[in-house]
RNA sequence: GAUCCCGUGGUGUAGCGGCUAACAUGCGGCCCUGUCAAGGCCGAGAUCGCGGGUCCGAAUCCCGUCGGGAUCGCCA
């Protein structure tokens, strides 16, 4: 036996006892005679003295930070004066009668008793040792802490938990796939699942009814903050349900989860708010609003529509539109700084960037002198902008304007501080349109994607006008992240053969790609609908965290890879002879 | 595919045209019996990512390249 105790768990209560401890050093204070170690194991620290007057302290002297330890001991207060409050364990100390190194440490290339910023290179290339450290400990804690209460949540509400493979099928829509060529069956690939979509719709024709998978998934796209290869999702799926019932389920867990295991949090609301996608992008230029803070986009077109300035005339003209937000107290930006967001918006997309500043002098800004002094009162009647504001007016089609104002929003946000870090503001993203016309491809793409149920009443449009097909697809969205996805489905064949022609399917690759789904929902599919949270967003939210790297033990840098295994790697050529693949690489510079 | 930012001892930073490259921490040695980021003294450790250029002189300016990050495209 290691231990008979953990070294955060020693209290007052244990003193007098004999007690061995294995564990890491954390800290090593050597005072000549007395020698101080904190004991680390991932319950905590604790204090062990090496005391000339008690026998082998020689191991507790010689010991240096990260060496392996197994220390036996008597549990004794504390001198009076020497207790230390900050430690749980603080009252006590082991007083070493026996000294074990179970295993010495060479330094290490980080430090692991500090939360000092390291070159992420490095911690990746050694995370086994940066998940030592507290902020990645918590986090992973956190993050068992967060699948537990789902299991445990959805488990009492008659969901089973049901895995469903990794070698699946290579589907024509959505994401890059990851391929898995097929060594029994040469020049076949599998591909690893983008989402368990097609297998839990299939559970629900088994009649599972409730479902739900802590599910990894896999896309073949270049990665952000936000984004790695692989994550991880919680998968639900339910039958006999309308899209209210899945957002009850996903706004009971997670208002369950955020006042059980998130006592440091706050929603922002309860109900959750609600809005459809247009009002989304109207009112904050993005599908996946932050709801911690106002300065909302507002529409100027009708008021500047008899406007001299040329540039909004023409915009105008050809069907864009002028909108705005209000950037509070930033009337005194200068020159410089104005340049800086014109260029920020130029790189979202938008050809300019115009400017009212309203100050205590009067109205400046470079677009003052095309507008009048009652377009400015009716410009601040609507938008609430008051002295000392600074307007800011994208002119251009409705995409660029929404997209170019709602970054500038988010980077007002950051740099001004309107959003509480501690409330949590998720709300509903409802009614999706259907589809979208890929201008590329020159044919229609699902937006959320193609099982998904077209609202009954827009299904004549399939005829006339696709763009206008709304679709039972939702998303739950937390301060600016879209974390979770979901929709009813469809559960009829005929319906679904509809989505699959206007998608430019041809029969033979429906048959093909999609076969085994028509023919289920032709042996009786239930009404069903699900969503699909994203475990590592939410985490990363909940934690405070910048980016999902924190919250995976072992994340891919931004080039998709392992820095510490150093994969994706060469396959050797009998592993490539085997799978019958011949590589044909581009030439090297 | 594109844009921007970063790259200085093990780690974190400073220096940004004139240095023998500074500081903290870590590392090694010595001293020290109550510390808890212990303290004191001594020491080792970087040709400033790499290559080229400008200059009397480059860590510092320019070009290229590699590595990392952020963003656009991409992500049903």
């Known amino acids: 036996m290691y231990r008979t105790h953990t070294c955060g768990e020693l209290r007052p209560a244990h003193i007098g006892q004999t007690v061995t401890l294995a564990g890491w050093v954390h800290r090593q204070r050597d005072h000549g005679g007395v020698t101080f170690i904190d004991l680390r194991d991932r319950t905590g620290l604790v204090q ?109 509400r008659g969901f089973l938990e049901i895995e469903t493979p990794m070698l699946f099928k290579t589907t024509p829509e959505g994401a890059r796939d990851y391929l898995v060529p097929s060594r029994l069956q040469p020049g076949t690939f599998y591909a690893l699942p983008q989402s368990p979509q097609q297998l839990k719709q299939l559970l629900m024709v088994a009649g599972f009814d409730r479902y739900y998978q802590i599910a990894r998934c896999l896309r073949d796209e270049d990665l952000r903050g936000d984004r790695q290869p692989e994550f991880t999702q919680l998968d639900l799926e339910m039958s006999f349900v309308e899209r209210d019932d899945v957002l009850a389920v996903g706004e009971g867990l997670f208002t369950a989860m955020v006042q059980e295991i998130l ?18 992008m109207e009112r904050y230029g993005n599908d996946k609003p932050d709801l911690r803070f106002g300065m909302e986009l507002h529409n100027l077109s009708d008021i500047l529509a008899a406007s001299e300035f040329m540039v909004f005339q023409n915009v105008l003209k050809n069907g864009g539109v002028i909108k705005c937000i209000v950037a509070p107290g930033c009337a005194d930006y200068t020159r ?56 800011l007016f994208i002119a251009d089609s409705k995409p660029v304007a929404n997209k170019t104002l709602s970054a500038l929003r988010l980077l007002f946000r950051d740099r001004l501080n309107l959003a509480d870090p501690n409330v949590l503001a998720f709300a509903w993203v409802l009614d999706f349109p259907m589809f979208e016309y890929n201008e590329e491809d020159k044919k229609w793409d699902a937006a959320h994607h ?33 974390t979770a996805s979901g929709s009813i489905r469809i559960h009829r064949s005929d319906i679904q ?46 934690a405070g965290e910048p980016n999902i790297r924190e919250v995976i033990a072992f994340p891919k840098n931004q080039a998709g890879r392992d820095v510490m295994a150093d994969a994706p790697s060469p396959a050797s050529e009998k592993q490539l002879r085997e799978l019958h693949i011949k590589l044909d690489l581009p030439e090297e510079k």
Not at 71 to 95: D, H, K, S
């Open 48 to 156: 062990v003295v090496g005391d000339p007057n008690l026998p082998e302290v020689s191991a507790i002297q010689d010991a240096r930070n990260e060496w392996v330890l197994q220390v036996t001991g008597m549990v004794r207060p504390r001198p009076a004066g020497a207790e230390n409050p900050n430690l749980v364990t603080g009252a006590i100390e082991v007083a070493v009668q026996k000294c074990v190194v179970l295993n010495p440490a060479k330094p290490l290339p980080l430090a692991v008793n500090t939360d000092e910023t390291v070159d992420e290179n490095i911690r990746l290339k050694y995370r086994y040792l940066d998940l030592r450290r507290e902020r990645m400990y918590n986090n992973i804690v956190l993050r068992h802490n967060v699948v537990k209460f789902i299991r445990d949540y959805l488990s009492e």
């Open 263 to 280: 006592p440091g949090k706050r929603l922002l609301a309860s109900p959750w708010p609600r809005m459809t996608y247009t009002e989304s």
């Open 336 to 391: 410089k700084e104005v340049d800086e967001l014109t260029t920020f918006s130029k790189e979202q997309g938008a050809k300019g960037l115009a400017t009212l500043a309203l100050t205590a002098e009067g109205v400046k800004g470079t677009a003052q002198k095309f507008i009048k002094p009652a377009e400015v009162e009716a410009i601040q009647t609507r938008t609430g902008a008051q002295t000392s504001d600074l307007v």
């Open 450 to 482: 193609p099982f998904t149920m077209p609202k009954m009443e827009d299904l004549p449009k399939f005829e006339t006008d696709p763009s206008q097909i709304l679709s039972d697809a939702y998303d739950m969205v937390l301060n600016g992240y879209e």
């Open 497 to 542: 053969q509809k989505v699959f022609q206007l998608l430019g399917l041809k029969d033979e690759e429906i048959q093909s790609k999609f076969g085994h789904m028509i023919e289920a929902f032709q042996f009786g599919a239930p009404p069903h609908g699900g969503m699909a949270p994203g475990i590592d967003r939410l985490i990363m939210l909940f």
